[in-house]
């Protein structure tokens, strides 16, 4: 019988060092075939993806497969057993990524991994692709696999909303069933520091329309008298901030305070590219405003372009408004709410529509489990370092899933990404030490978890 023996920190320090070369070249694959499931030209690249992802799953001793879901992505799934009253893992990441966009705007070519500045920079080299390749190497590195359950579950289109993977989750409940669930989409606070995320907000996706006139109008001959749509849209938008830049929308509480690690200001103006000279908003920290009260974003305005704008009054014009909201907050009372304040504060009883997309519920972790304190100790040998807690402005609504068909499982989040991955934007990169101490960490707790249980 092969030896269960957990191995050592420095053996495992030692064969995911040994394992980088092979986890740039596994990253470069990945990254080369750009799946993005929300363009429909790239669906033969997404299958590609999900059966790279198969294969590569499947020769670090996970028999993998491909499943189709409701939405056209297609999922890795990944299971083997662990020996009798062992404990089960879930390893989770996803392998879709966002559109490159222009690419005039990057450095280098979107879907080839270069190396630049000690950084390896591409279109998923950090989410979520670089944590895939982590999850990866963790395994590789204990061949053979400890004595604990392993479930893999990579996804296909988290950037687009889950709704494959959400759906498969509430119907094959079986497939997801763990004692510890690793979420591998999030990251540390900076470099080198190990961070777990422990809290999520949610969101709500709301579009508000404005009629005002049956047809635009000469600016010179009605402009003063007949109600500007665009107008009255940027009024009632106007609402929903106060001086200070706080979220205002009648109904909700917005003074929460933030109970973990902090977010400096001056690390958060350069995480987030404020301009110097320009104000960070809010009378909160950092910390509170982006991970512990309520935000509103508009992301969109349907509205004529300036170049060639005609001398006229806009009869009708339209946004589409981002709502955070945090842990303890309903996201459909509070998308209820946004729109209750949107049709009362937008003026001169203009006709407006409110229509409520997709919400997503935000999620809070219990730390105090098992689980989470030999996680907790193999990132800190990983990293020499005190793990820190943070939250996340973003939301990821399969935690909220997971956590109700597996009501058992300790859930926790963690991986490759931090601010200067500059993720979803053009020049995403991952620091390839990430890599390495994200797959160290995950190795560590799977041979330590497997052996105390």
């Given at each position: ?298 992301i969109g305005i349907d509205a004529p372009p300036t170049a060639g704008a005609p001398a006229a009054i806009n009869p009708r014009a339209a946004a589409q408004l981002n709502l955070r909201v945090p842990p303890g907050m309903n996201p459909d009372d509070a998308a209820a709410a946004l729109e209750k304040h949107l049709l009362k504060h ?108």
């Amino acid at each position: 019988m092969p030896d269960q023996r957990a191995p050592t920190f420095s053996a495992l320090s030692k064969r995911v060092t040994g394992l980088m070369t092979r986890a740039h070249s596994d990253l470069a694959d990945v990254v080369a075939l750009p799946s993005v499931h929300v363009d429909p030209a790239k669906r033969d690249d997404c299958r590609a993806s999900a059966a790279w992802v198969r294969g590569a799953f499947s020769d670090a001793g996970v028999d993998s497969l491909v499943m189709d879901t409701v939405d056209g992505s297609q999922t890795v799934l990944g299971f083997v057993p662990g020996p009798a009253g062992a404990p089960t893992v879930l390893l989770y990441s996803h392998h879709d990524v966002q559109p490159s966009g222009p690419e005039e705007l990057w450095e280098s070519t979107p879907f080839s991994l270069t190396e630049r500045d000690g950084r390896w920079f591409g279109r998923g080299a950090s989410d979520c692709k670089g944590n895939v390749v982590a999850i990866l190497t963790a395994l590789r590195a204990l061949d053979p696999l400890p004595p604990v359950g392993i479930r893999i579950v990579i996804e296909g289109s988290e950037e687009a909303g889950g709704e494959g993977l959400e759906h498969l989750a509430r119907t094959r409940p079986e497939l997801f069933q763990a004692d510890m669930i690793l979420i591998c989409d999030t990251g540390n606070v900076a470099p080198g520091i190990p961070t777990l995320t422990t809290s999520l907000r949610g969101m709500a996706a709301v579009k508000v329309s404005v009629e005002t006139l049956a047809s635009e109008v000469h600016s010179g001959q009605f402009g003063g008298g007949a109600p500007d749509a665009l107008a009255a849209l940027i009024a009632g938008l106007a609402t929903l901030r106060d001086a200070d830049g706080n979220t205002t929308i009648d109904g909700l509480t917005s003074d929460q305070a933030w109970p973990g690690t902090p977010y400096d200001p001056k690390q958060f103006r350069a995480d987030s590219t404020t301009l110097d000279g320009v104000d960070l908003i809010g009378s909160g920290t950092p910390a509170e405003m982006v991970w512990a009260r309520p935000a509103v974003t508009v992301i969109g305005i349907d509205a004529p372009p300036t170049a060639g704008a005609p001398a006229a009054i806009n009869p009708r014009a339209a946004a589409q408004l981002n709502l955070r909201v945090p842990p303890g907050m309903n996201p459909d009372d509070a998308a209820a709410a946004l729109e209750k304040h949107l049709l009362k504060h937008i003026p001169w009883h203009a006709r407006v529509d409110v229509e409520i997309g997709a919400t997503g519920a935000p999620f809070s972790a219990d730390t105090s489990g098992p689980g989470y304190t030999a996680l907790t100790k193999a990132m800190a040998k990983a990293y020499g370092k005190r793990v820190v807690h943070s939250g996340q402005g973003g939301s990821i609504p399969l935690c909220t899933v997971l956590a109700e068909i597996c009501p058992q499982a300790e859930i926790a989040l963690l991986g490759v990404e931090e601010p200067a991955c500059r993720i979803h934007a053009p020049n995403e990169s991952v620091d390839p030490d990430e890599i390495s101490k994200t797959a160290l960490s995950l190795a560590l707790f799977l041979s330590k978890y497997g052996a105390q249980n």
